[in-house]
């Protein structure tokens, strides 16, 4: 890496001398994805280097969690990942379930791997249609945020809220679902998911711009891929079948039947490409989930970890009683440290969770799958054009609120 | 350990690991511990570039998948290190992953893993901005979550929740100012530990049982022997049987309103003034306002 401005003389300039110039991407930039500073030092329309500047998103989550029960720091997760929120809170509702060692009712499993895979439905949507509006195409993004809507709406079916929904609770999820919405999301995935998608992809996939924007730019090699910490759709498309749902399963996702798509090329065009596939296995997983999910509880009935329901208190002195302790004091974990990561959309989101014993975490820690990929962005676009930095991004997935936490 | 009941990933069995890592770790390693399903490993913070070549290159453990930082400032170490950075491997070809964890203080410097996996480097500037732990031989220790020109290590235990500074905009400077941190209420920090477990306050009203002075000694304790001592008697008898002189009558101040029982009652309103239909009814005669004239022509029609 050099440092400074690098000057060069030019043989056909004579004195004239010729100098990289630095230019600041974002942080208000529409195709930054949020508040992004990149500083890019340019010869002429070429990268020569990237510093990105994270962290002006920073909102201290990590030390927030730390002065809150762990029932209130459930909702910080949701705005982490915004586009994802679900996602965020498995990792840590399983970590505090893995501390706790809590078992959870199979049908609280199965809803959460069905929610799980809906978000990741949720989110792959948001990530193809702002890559595709990146790279100059309008239409396909429109018609997925048609879809993008639509699990949204499934979300406030399912807990009142569109985005931050805080419906995955430790010991299982916050209510049951209504029978409506289950077979509603069944005839969701398999006419209207297909046929809008199917429609939008049509447009994209072999369109010639599109693909001459993307193959072959940010070409990154296997043995790269793993030793930049790559997860997710991106270290998949490196040609590396893995994923933590396959291989370290969580919940019900070991009674799943679902293929994992892998890039050949490693470019930006593979990433979009693995995306577009996983929409299609994760609507597969979820009707898998809605044909066997049995009856039963949905949450543990550990009534000194979950809350007893509203028409319960009104019977029951005892559960009147650990109604206002839950919601007052909260659980205690017991003491130790746990590292559970789960495959969110983007890649491997983990917790470190670090209990005293207290009733409020000690130390949460919280990986973000942007920070190893954002921090490859300067070897990726090495020797690329100033437009590919878009597409670059776009096929990183990146979201600050994840990032910067 | 006990049946594993709950839902979280499972990776590959640890079991034989923890030997197998122990041995080929030697004498850089301090402790192993297996808890909750996490295999740890404490090791020497001088060896730790080493021990993590030895795990990535020797066993497989390809992936650097985090760094974090923690502060136990009640937990201090021999030489005075009361931060922990912990690193999260991952072994894509095992299928399993381990923790290496090092302690270290401000002064102390932590070797860097950049030269192992380039990611470390930002997971490196983001514990040292966090927790000010400086590592060794990264070239590019910068902050990296916090504010520009920001002093300080947030997440450090002794730093309180809500900072030092704040900013807004400004309006009549039109700039962002950074001013001291000025709060409207206290923070709320509820604390549910009960008296009983050993609560480390002082419950309100307590400080005066810790306060009361023991009763000075003396010598010959005085008492009462006869009834005369406590001044009972005809004398006293006499004294409480005379009236109580009597309270002389208050006189009011010049201007004061009379006392409210001695007022006269008001006198009766007259007939139609409690008649209000004339304030909530229209009157009927009224004749309805002319239109207002237009001054200009509309534009659009010509």
Redesign the interface.
């Given at each position: 890496m050099s440092t400074g401005l690098h000057l060069e003389t030019s043989p056909t300039m004579g004195d004239e001398v010729i100098s990289n110039y630095t230019i600041n991407f974002g942080p208000q930039h529409p195709a930054a994805h949020g508040v992004l500073r990149m500083v890019m030092e340019l010869d002429g329309e070429i990268i020569e280097r990237i510093d990105p500047h994270?962290?002006l998103l920073?909102r201290?989550t990590?030390?927030?969690i730390e002065?809150k029960t762990y029932l209130q720091a459930l909702p910080y997760f949701d705005r982490l990942d915004y586009c994802s929120p679900l996602n965020m809170e498995h990792s840590y509702v399983?970590?505090i379930?893995?501390?706790?060692?809590?078992?959870?009712p199979l049908r609280g499993?199965y809803l959460r791997v069905l929610f799980a895979e809906l978000s990741r439905i949720c989110n792959h949507m948001l990530n193809i249609g702002s890559h595709v509006m990146d790279v100059g195409a309008m239409t396909p993004n429109l018609w997925v945020f048609e879809l993008r809507e639509d699990c949204l709406n499934f979300f406030e079916r399912a807990s009142g809220a569109r985005m931050h929904s805080a419906w995955f609770r430790p010991g299982g999820v916050h209510q049951d679902v209504p029978l409506k919405l289950l077979t509603d999301i069944g005839d969701w995935c398999d006419t209207r998911l297909p046929e809008l998608f199917g429609d939008a992809m049509s447009l994209v996939i072999d369109n010639r711009i599109f693909k001459q924007r993307n193959v072959d730019i940010a070409l990154v090699s296997k043995d790269d891929a793993?030793?930049?910490?790559f997860?997710g759709p991106m270290i998949r498309a490196a040609g590396?079948p893995?994923d933590?749902r396959k291989?370290?399963?969580?919940?019900?996702y070991?009674r799943m039947e679902f293929d994992i798509p892998v890039g050949t090329n490693s470019d930006c065009y593979d990433r979009f490409m693995v995306r577009v596939k996983e929409v299609y296995e994760s609507a597969k997983i979820i009707k898998q989930c809605l044909a066997q999910m049995p009856e039963g509880p949905v949450c543990s009935d550990d009534r000194k970890i979950v809350p007893p329901k509203r028409a319960e208190m009104k019977q029951s002195m005892e559960a009147l009683i650990h109604h206002f302790k839950l919601y007052?004091?909260?659980f205690h974990v017991p003491a130790?440290?746990?590292?559970?990561?789960?495959e969110s959309p983007k890649g491997?989101f983990?917790v470190?969770l670090?209990s005293d014993g207290?009733?409020k975490p000690?130390?949460c820690?919280i990986?973000p799958t942007a920070?190893?990929h954002l921090?490859?962005m300067d070897?990726m676009s090495k020797g690329h054009m100033l437009p590919d930095a878009t597409a670059i991004l776009g096929a990183i997935d990146v979201v600050f609120g994840e990032c910067?936490? | 350990m006990a049946t594993v009941l709950h839902p979280a990933p499972k990776f590959a069995s640890s079991e034989g690991v923890r030997e197998a890592l122990s041995a080929a770790l030697g004498d850089s390693l301090v402790e192993a511990h297996e808890e909750h399903g996490e295999l740890i490993f404490r090791v020497r913070r001088e060896a730790l570039e080493g021990a993590l070549r030895t795990l990535r290159d020797d066993h497989a453990y390809q992936q650097l998948m985090e760094i974090a930082g923690a502060d136990y400032p009640d937990r201090l170490d021999s030489d005075g290190g009361r931060f922990e950075v912990v690193y999260m491997l991952l072994s894509l070809t095992r299928n399993h992953r381990v923790m290496v964890k090092v302690r270290a203080s401000e002064a102390t410097p932590v070797p860097t893993a950049t030269t192992l996996w380039p990611n470390a480097g930002w997971l490196e500037r983001e514990v040292f901005d966090m927790y000010g732990v400086v590592f060794d031989g990264n070239t590019d220790l910068r902050r990296i979550l916090t504010d520009y020109g920001f002093e300080g290590h947030p997440f450090r235990k002794d730093f309180p929740l809500t900072g030092y500074q704040e900013l807004r905009y400004s309006q009549t400077e039109r700039r962002v100012v950074y001013e001291p941190v000025e709060l409207a209420q206290d923070l709320r920090q509820f604390d549910f530990m009960s008296p009983w477990e050993g609560a480390d306050y002082v419950l309100p009203g307590d400080e005066k049982a810790a306060g009361t002075p023991t009763p000075p000694t003396v010598d010959k304790p005085r008492t009462t022997e006869t009834p005369a001592q406590t001044g009972a008697g005809a004398k006293a008898d006499a004294k409480a049987a005379k009236p109580s002189p009597a309270r002389k009558s208050r006189t009011r101040a010049a201007g004061a309103p009379k006392p409210t029982e001695s007022r006269p009652a008001r006198a009766p309103r007259k007939g139609k003034s409690a008649d209000t239909a004339a304030a909530t009814e229209p009157a009927e005669a009224k004749k309805p306002t002319a239109p207002r004239k237009r001054t200009t022509k509309p534009k659009g029609d010509a």
């Open positions: 994270v962290g920073h201290g990590e030390k927030l002065h399983l970590a379930e893995k501390l706790l060692n809590l078992e959870v499993q793993i030793a930049w910490g997860s590396l893995w933590l291989s370290q399963p969580y919940d019900v070991d007052t004091e909260g130790g440290e746990v590292y559970v990561a789960t491997e983990g470190y670090v207290s009733n000690y130390r820690k990986r920070f190893s921090q490859a070897f910067d936490r | -």
